[in-house]
């Protein structure tokens, strides 16, 4: 999984349309293997976002858990605390 795309379900307050998107577009990246297309590929590569945060959209709002929602500040300290560790000197 590409690092930065982060978990989005279950947090409080939901997930934004920006956050959705930038998600989409990373996994768009990801998987064309560039993060500009070209001219000629361009409108194909926007259409592939819109339509992976269409869909990622709809998940989100269909899935269930009984889990409380998180913290998305606790989350984002674990996170700087897992990449000092990995870049440490």
């Known amino acids: 999984m590409c690092r930065n795309i982060r978990p989005l379900n279950n947090f409080e307050p939901p997930a934004t349309t ?4 930038a998600a989409a577009l990373q996994y768009v990246r990801k998987v064309a293997g560039t993060t500009k297309p070209s ?5 194909a590569f926007n259409a592939a976002v819109a339509e992976v945060a269409h869909a990622t ?3 989100l709002e269909a ?3 009984t889990a409380p929602p ?3 500040e606790v989350e984002a300290e674990k996170r700087r605390a897992r990449a000092r560790a990995r870049y440490a000197s």
């Open 18 to 21: 920006d956050e959705v998107h």
């Open 39 to 43: 001219a000629a590929n361009e409108a």
């Open 57 to 59: 959209q709809h998940l």
């Open 63 to 65: 899935l269930v858990t």
């Open 70 to 72: 998180k913290d998305r």
